[in-house]
């Protein structure tokens, strides 16, 4: 029999840790997190990582130092073992984020391994990134694989980069097997009030000290070259930092950079078998996914 495990997705911003939260604490259950920037340790304003966790357990939060990177398909492993930790300790498993290739590859199994490590052709394409930037990469991967470029984030230097030595490798587009019984929710909201709520947490991230933040991950060593700091909210600090734009440019880029991937992950989203819930109303909401959350273990 298949361990059941409930996904709470939807873009930022939308309140999904509150539902995973609420969810856990009355289905006894475990969260895993599903976000591809709060794994690293340091990286919390930025991230909206949830420092209070009202007593819930939380998987893959601070578990990885901000100069690590981590793929999907050890996102993958690492969390199908999480999936059996928690179900055979007799809790629920809750998977919460947002990073649609993560759920993807869990769902319905696929990930991008099947090639080993090449260090000189990454070398050679993060120069041709950085000449010609990230468009380039996209085409050289859809010279390559065409099918593989479809389905890419293109413009995810690491992902393209990852791919590209893939099918330069030929190597197989593994498909592991998918040996979980998902509830997938998607929690949306009406367009504009998310956005609303998207500008007023990044208004509220420099409240908190997101510039601080940043200027000490930078004094550690870190560049925009590190995976962690490619990610929004931090790379357009950088640029600010290095007097490359103005506050007020750095934050409405911002804004406009999480608005943009907001819709990129409501377009994932509708590509998904996934039960939509509206959380303009976030009472009802929460009585909404409870109910469907409760068929279902039932």
């Known amino acids: 029999m298949k361990d059941k495990v409930i996904f709470i997705l939807g873009p930022t911003a939308v309140g999904k840790s509150y539902f995973g939260i609420k969810l856990a604490q009355k289905f006894g259950g475990e969260i895993i997190s599903a976000d591809s920037v709060q794994i690293y340790r340091g990286l919390d304003i930025g991230s909206a990582k949830q420092l209070d966790t009202h007593g819930v357990v939380h998987h893959a939060i601070d578990i990885l130092e901000p100069e690590e990177n981590f793929s999907v398909f050890e996102f993958v492993e690492y969390t199908k073992q999480k999936i059996k930790e928690i179900t055979a300790s007799g809790k629920l498993p809750i998977v919460v984020g947002g990073t649609g290739l993560y759920i993807k590859a869990l769902t319905l199994g696929y990930n991008f391994g099947g090639a080993e490590k090449d260090d000189e052709l990454r070398s050679k394409l993060e120069r041709i990134a950085e000449a010609e930037g990230v468009e380039k990469l996209f085409e050289i991967l859809q010279s390559l694989d065409p099918e593989m470029a479809a389905k890419i984030d293109k413009f995810n230097p690491v992902r393209l980069v990852r791919a590209i030595e893939i099918a330069s490798q030929k190597g197989e587009k593994q498909t592991s097997e998918v040996d979980i019984d998902p509830l997938v929710i998607a929690v949306t909201k009406d367009r504009e009030k998310l956005y609303a709520d998207i500008n007023l947490r990044v208004d509220q991230m420099f409240e908190e000290g997101l510039l601080e933040e940043v200027k000490g991950l930078l004094a550690r060593g870190l560049t925009e070259e590190n995976q962690s700091m490619r990610a929004i909210g931090y790379k357009e600090v950088v640029t600010y930092i290095k007097g490359e ?40 909401a929460l009585e909404d996914i409870e109910k469907i959350v409760g068929d279902f273990l039932r």
């Open 245 to 284: 734009c103005s506050f007020e440019e750095m934050s409405n880029l911002i804004k406009q950079h999480t608005r943009n991937y907001a819709k990129r992950q409501m377009t994932f989203l509708r590509g998904m078998d996934c039960t939509f819930v509206g959380a303009n109303d976030r009472a009802k």
